[in-house]
């Protein structure tokens, strides 16, 4: 391999990278992305690898959380969970509630 790169005058990295962009499309992967992209966003952005495996589970895929997890990275998806509620301090105290 070393031989003919440097009879071509390449670097072997340039080799290994036209050939990993030789490879063909990967449909089912495409389709399992798009799948995980439908549900996050039925989620609202708050599901993570664990809940999305489980309801692909329930759509009759066979797939793992650690795929998922390559999935939603791939897509560029990152879970955010709702924050905790901020409740206002009353600054005045009421004098019409009467404590019994």
């Not at 066979?62 to 409740?87: F, T």
């Amino acid at each position: 391999m070393e031989l003919a790169c440097s009879v071509f005058d390449i670097a072997p990295s340039c080799f290994y990278d036209h050939l990993r962009r030789k490879q063909p499309i990967d449909v089912e992967r495409l389709h399992l992305r798009s799948e995980v992209n439908r549900l996050f966003t039925a989620s609202r952005s708050s599901a993570g690898s664990r809940t999305l495996t489980l309801m692909m589970r329930e759509q009759g895929h066979i797939i793992g959380r650690y795929k998922v997890r390559q999935l939603m990275k791939e897509a560029a998806l990152v879970c955010k969970q709702p924050g905790s509620p901020n409740y206002k301090v009353a600054t005045v105290e009421r004098l019409d509630i009467q404590t019994v």
